[in-house]
């Protein structure tokens, strides 16, 4: 039995019994990991306060190979993300951020800077104001990038003609867009000259800035959809996420 420390990020708890909780979490070192906090519900117990979904915490655990679930020893908290409580836009926002990652990624391999984006994402969802939603797109757009599937969003597809201010035809599939031209027999989900201009600009941003965007009612939807037709195109039984759900019966 070996003794690990590390970061991690609460994903999800689950009720293992009267006192005790199973916790999903992501790891700076160890990728996905499954711990019970035996006691953890008990009110005296040394875990109190650090349990909370979507918490920055340190962790020190019991691993045994070839076994789902280890033994949670100390935990820590970095950072509580304490405007989240009670505030359900940041909650959710929060929640479709890490479900995301929980369904696409698999196994114990470590990424720091996945780690890294969550965690500046959720510290922008607790400590900024403005369109949230966007905070959101930020981690969708360079979570796509450090997947190894980002989109090709300047230059058509087909003919290899600059995209601009005509906007273009989305292909999930083939990870960028048609041109105007292409993609009037090709195809797609249309994207306007507009809304592409948001998708630049999140790729080039400050995590925090992004909240100040103020897109369309149209623009919002494209790029709604656009995230939602390339998730489920590259991500193997990904259907819609619950928490965006939540959100989007709340700011539809």
Known sequence: MAILKTEAIILKTYKLSETSLILLLYTRDHGKLKVVAKGARDPKSKFKGC??????????????????????????LISAQKNMIGDVERTTLGLA????????????????????????????LNTTRGFLEAVLWYFESHFIDLMGYKPTWDTCLSCGQSLGVDGGYFQAQSGGLLCS??????????????????????????LPETAQLHPTPGQKAEIRKMFDLYFRAHIEHLNRLNALDIYYRMHD
């Open 51 to 76: 349990m909370e979904l979507l918490s920055h915490v340190h962790i020190i655990y019991y691993e045994k190979k070839n076994r789902d679930l280890q033994l949670l020893s100390q935990a820590s």
């Open 181 to 206: 031209r292409c993609g009037s027999t090709g195809g797609g989900l249309v994207i306007q000259g507009e809304t592409l201009e948001i998708l630049y600009y999140l790729q080039r941003a400050l």
């Open 97 to 124: 951020a890490a479900e995301l990652l929980n369904k696409a990624v698999a196994g114990e391999e470590a990424f720091a800077k996945l780690f890294d984006l969550l965690g500046a994402t959720l510290e922008t």
